[in-house]
């Protein structure tokens, strides 16, 4: 969602102003209040120094307030105002200030049911009901799934001082039959883990988690496994050193233990591991 914000506030007139995301379930409920709206000196006990919000901070910008079907009530109806005046009262204070933001608003949570169970207000609904969009889950769009797993490599690589450059063959199979319940934090918090401990240019399966190797080793519905070639080809050879890697993996190094997991002999299993460079 806040990569989506991002691109709305990077093709607009805002675009060279500051961009500020807070996610509304992540900050309680006491303080939310002081950090989008700020506070005056002596407001509170802790309020030693005049602060600034978030909204503020935000003007000839973005605010994007992510999750914002968890916002109380009590600060949904500051929200309004805000809305409808453009200015803003500071926690304590007594003049309003005149701030110009856009405000990009999503959420996980089906807004309209919330208006029906009085969690939440109709008026701010129909308010920040301008131009929806509607985000389908990333099991539903698996044809970006690689798109955005690059740009988060590149990302990482930048961050880590790595030379990354994409998943093994394998890996990048049960990323995309992976269903990512966590939709694209979830994927980005994969790739970043991954990144901190591999040392190869690529990805490899052992990085990935415990959940995606899982999926990936269920049945179809015949009860059998089902491989497919991309379009533009595989290499056999890489496809047979993964799976000696991940059987490897998977036993913590028993030959043994990986050779039954590919119903192969010890004796195969070992030729393959010397051959692939994994026994000297």
Known sequence: ?????????????????????????????????????????????????????????????????????????????????????????????????????????????ILKKLVQEGKFREDLFYRIKVVPIFIPPLRERKEDIMELANYFIKLFNSEFKKNVKGFSPIAMKMIMQYDWPGNIRELRNVIERAMIFEDEDMIMVERLPAEIIASSNRPNSTGSFEIRIPPDGIDIEEVEKELIRQALTLSKGNQSKAARLLNIGVDAMRYRMKKFGFLK
């Open 1 to 109: 969602k806040e990569l989506i914000a991002k691109a709305i506030h990077g093709s607009g007139r805002r675009a060279e102003g500051p961009f500020i995301p807070i996610n509304c379930a992540s900050v309680p409920e006491t303080l939310l209040e002081s950090e989008l709206f700020g506070y005056e000196k002596g407001a509170f006990t802790d309020a030693k120094t005049t602060k600034q919000g978030l909204i503020e901070l935000a003007d000839g910008g973005t605010l994007f307030l992510d999750e914002i079907g968890d916002m109380p009530m009590t600060i949904q109806a500051k929200m309004l105002r805000f809305l409808e005046e453009r200015k803003v009262r500071r926690v304590g204070g007594l003049v309003d200030i005149s701030v110009d933001v856009q405000i990009i608003a999503a959420t996980n949570k």
